[in-house]
C-alpha cells in the first residue's frame, strides 16, 4: 500500500466566445494561405502556474497528510511559459519567472547553463519586459537556428492569448533579428476553445512531472525512511525540480503537439 489515494476535486469550467472563435479560425487559414506558412513556421505560447513543493492540491494526498489539520501543504509556486511549433519537432527551453534572482541551491550555476529561461520579479509572473526579453534572447535564436537548418524559409507566424505580456505591434518591438517573427493574437475568451498549448500540451507537461515527482519521491522515502514532509521540506529543492520540468517537457510527444492544432 502507498498512501496515495485519489480525491475529486471540483473546477469552474470558463467561459468562451464561440462567435470570436469562429471569426479567427477565418482570419487565422487567410493569413496561412496568404503567407504560406507551414507547421514548422507555426508556433504557440502559453503561461502556466506551478506549485513546485506541494503534491497537487485536489489530485493526490497521502494518510499522513489527511491528518494533519486543515490539509496545510507548503506552496512554492513559479509560472513556466511553454512554446512550440506545431509540426511538434521544435520545443524552446521553458521560461519559469521565480520569486528570486537567485536561489541558494543554484548559485554555482550560471544563468546559461540552467535548463529553464530564469527570471524573475517578486509575484513570480510573466511581465511584458520579461517576455520580450524572452523573444529576442531565447525565442528568436532558437527558431531562427531551427528554420536555417532545416532550409526552411525564414518567417514565423506566433499565436498568441491576450494576456496583459503579451503587447500589441510586437513587430515594432523585437529585436530587427526577428523581425521575420509576426504575431497573431486570439481574442478574449477564447482560449479553451483554440489555443493549442491549452489542448493537452500543458496537461501531458504537468501529468508526466507528476509522474516524475511521485516516482522520485517514493524512490527516496522507502530508501531513506523520510516522511513526506521531511522529503518535500528538506530534500525535494529547486535543482531537482528543474530537472524534472526540463525531463517532462522533454517528454510531451510530437503526436501530442501537433494534435493540439487540430482546432486551428
Known amino acids: 500500500m502507498t498512501g496515495i ?7 469552474k469550467a470558463a467561459s468562451s466566445d464561440k462567435k470570436a472563435a469562429e471569426e479567427f479560425l477565418k482570419k487565422f487559414e487567410k ?7 507551414i507547421p514548422q513556421q507555426d508556433f504557440n505560447c502559453d503561461e502556466t502556474g506551478l506549485f513546485w513543493k506541494k503534491m497537487p492540491s485536489g489530485t493526490y494526498i497521502t494518510a499522513e497528510k489527511r491528518k494533519l489539520s486543515g490539509h496545510k501543504l507548503i506552496k512554492y509556486s513559479l509560472t513556466l511559459a511553454f512554446y512550440a511549433n506545431a509540426s511538434g519537432d521544435l520545443k524552446i527551453k521553458p521560461l519559469l519567472v521565480y520569486h528570486s534572482e537567485n536561489h ?31 523573444l529576442n534572447v531565447c525565442f528568436g535564436p532558437a527558431v531562427k537556428n531551427f528554420l536555417e ?6 518567417k514565423c507566424l506566433l499565436v ?17 533579428d526577428f523581425s521575420f517573427i509576426k504575431a497573431l493574437c486570439l481574442p478574449p475568451n477564447t482560449t479553451p476553445l483554440l489555443q493549442p498549448m491549452d489542448q493537452q500540451v ?5 501529468k508526466l512531472n507528476t509522474k516524475h515527482l511521485f516516482k522520485r519521491c517514493f524512490e527516496v522515502t522507502e530508501s531513506t525512511q523520510l516522511t513526506l514532509h521531511e522529503f518535500w521540506k528538506g530534500y525535494f529543492d529547486i535543482d531537482q525540480c528543474l530537472r524534472m520540468i526540463d525531463k517532462a517537457w522533454n517528454e510531451v510527444s510530437r503526436r501530442t503537439l501537433n494534435s493540439s492544432w487540430k482546432k486551428l
Open 31 to 37: 493569413v496561412i494561405y496568404r503567407e504560406g506558412y
Open 5 to 11: 489515494h485519489s480525491v475529486v476535486s471540483d473546477g
Open 160 to 176: 498568441l492569448d491576450n494576456a496583459p505580456a503579451h503587447p500589441p505591434g510586437l513587430e515594432d518591438i523585437i529585436h530587427p
Open 104 to 134: 541558494r541551491k543554484l548559485q554555482n550555476i550560471t544563468i546559461e547553463r540552467l535548463l529553464v529561461f530564469w527570471k524573475f520579479n517578486a509575484k513570480a509572473w510573466v511581465t511584458r519586459t520579461i517576455f520580450i526579453e524572452l
Open 202 to 206: 500543458i496537461a501531458s507537461f504537468k
Open 149 to 154: 537548418a532545416n532550409n526552411l524559409p525564414l
